[in-house]
């Protein structure tokens, strides 16, 4: 298993800390020969429900783009240049992967959640194409999905720095400790 990168431990350390998830993992591959499946970082709490599971997929990206690249079809060509189409393309085909992983690891996936967590992600076109990525998983897929960018992820961001000047308690999360850090600091 690769290192996580600091943007994934942060999320992990909010599906810890914040949300109480039991089990928080990071880049879970699929055992498939030949399938390049990753899911950034994975989230499962029990609940009177049944299992919640938040499958995060994490970009990292300050200047407001999520991926470069070059479309490989026009499906979503109404969404500005080909970078945010491409974009768009590699989002929704994560998200077609990562439920496809799920639905052997798991049994049910009716509490399930698929996140894209992004501090800066540019208005407009990028996320009126989100949107459409968000619908358009929904409609195939049995678990919801939350867009966590912008201003929903800095509040989710300030919520763990806040959690982080509360408590000096280790809960084994890399990116929580560095905040407890920068939190305790005198």
């Not at 509360?166 to 305790?184: M, P």
Request: glycine residues 6%; hydrophobic residues 35%.
């Amino acid at each position: 298993m690769t290192q996580p990168q600091p943007g994934e431990q942060l999320v992990g350390a909010y599906l810890r800390v914040v949300e109480e998830c039991d089990l928080v993992t990071y880049n879970q591959r699929s055992a498939e020969r030949g399938d390049q499946t990753e899911l950034d970082v994975l989230g499962v709490k029990s609940t009177p429900e049944g299992q919640r599971i938040l499958a995060c997929e994490v970009v990292t990206h300050l200047d407001g783009q999520l991926y470069s690249g070059t479309p490989s079809t026009d499906e979503w060509t109404a969404y500005g240049n080909a970078s945010y189409q491409y974009s768009l393309e590699r989002i929704s085909e994560k998200f077609e992967r990562v439920v496809d992983y799920l639905d052997v690891v798991f049994d049910d996936l009716s509490l399930a959640e698929l996140q894209l967590w992004s501090p800066y992600v540019s208005e407009g076109h990028q996320t009126e194409g989100l949107a459409a990525v968000v619908e358009r998983a929904e409609a195939r897929h049995e678990p919801s999905v939350r867009l966590v960018i912008n201003d929903d992820y800095t509040e989710r961001i300030e919520a763990l720095r806040d959690a982080a000047a509360a408590s000096s308690k280790d809960y084994g999360e890399t990116g929580f400790r560095f905040l407890q850090i920068l939190e305790g600091m005198r």
